[in-house]
């Protein structure tokens, strides 16, 4: 079980557990793909195409063990509106798991959408317990005013239909937890 209040990373990215937090490379898709492989078949997470991961690459922060060449977990923040970022693909390697590599990714995410000033973090997740430790709550209706929504109806990506809860995505998001962070 995690840490309610896991240690921060220091400044250069290595974490107290010795794990190192870091943006993601071009070498990093295949590895980012391979943990979120088992998340996919699951339902969890939605597969997509490698090309997907390469155009979304600057969103992306890993965690990796100085010791080991696999990715022990990846994360994204994506920015949908000027205060607002979704936290997706957030995955962790099963052996990592408890590690704190997940409160590490989030931790981070959280600090980059800071620094380019958001003030809103939005994630669906069936996790809402370990979000719920990180200051996320579950929210209903719409997170933003009717003319932001309006907005971001033309949006392609969807992840920004998933937060705008959209009927055509519910197949993909039955179960899963609107869940909003205020910076």
């Known amino acids: 079980m995690e840490h309610p209040d896991p240690p921060q990373s220091t400044p250069a ?42 155009e979304g690459l600057a969103e992306f922060r890993v965690v990796t063990d100085p010791h080991q060449s696999q990715l022990l977990g990846c994360g994204a923040l994506h920015v949908m509106w000027e205060d607002l970022a979704e936290i997706r693909t957030l995955a962790v390697a099963p052996d990592a798991h408890g590690r704190g590599v997940g409160a590490a990714l989030v931790d981070r995410l959280i600090a980059d959408a800071q620094d380019i000033g958001v003030a809103r973090v939005f994630c669906l997740t069936f996790e809402v317990d370990f979000f719920a430790r990180h200051g996320f709550r579950p929210i209903e209706g719409q997170a933003v005013e009717p003319e932001v929504y309006a907005q971001l109806l033309r949006s392609y990506d969807e992840g920004v239909a998933e937060f705008l809860d959209l009927e055509r995505v519910k197949p993909n998001t039955l179960g899963n937890t609107r869940m909003l962070r205020l910076l």
């Open 13 to 54: 990215g290595r974490h107290p557990a010795g794990f190192i937090v870091r943006r993601a490379t071009t070498k990093d898709v295949p590895g980012i793909r391979n943990l979120v492989a088992p998340y996919a078949a699951q339902r969890i997470l939605i597969a997509k195409d490698a090309v997907a991961y390469y």
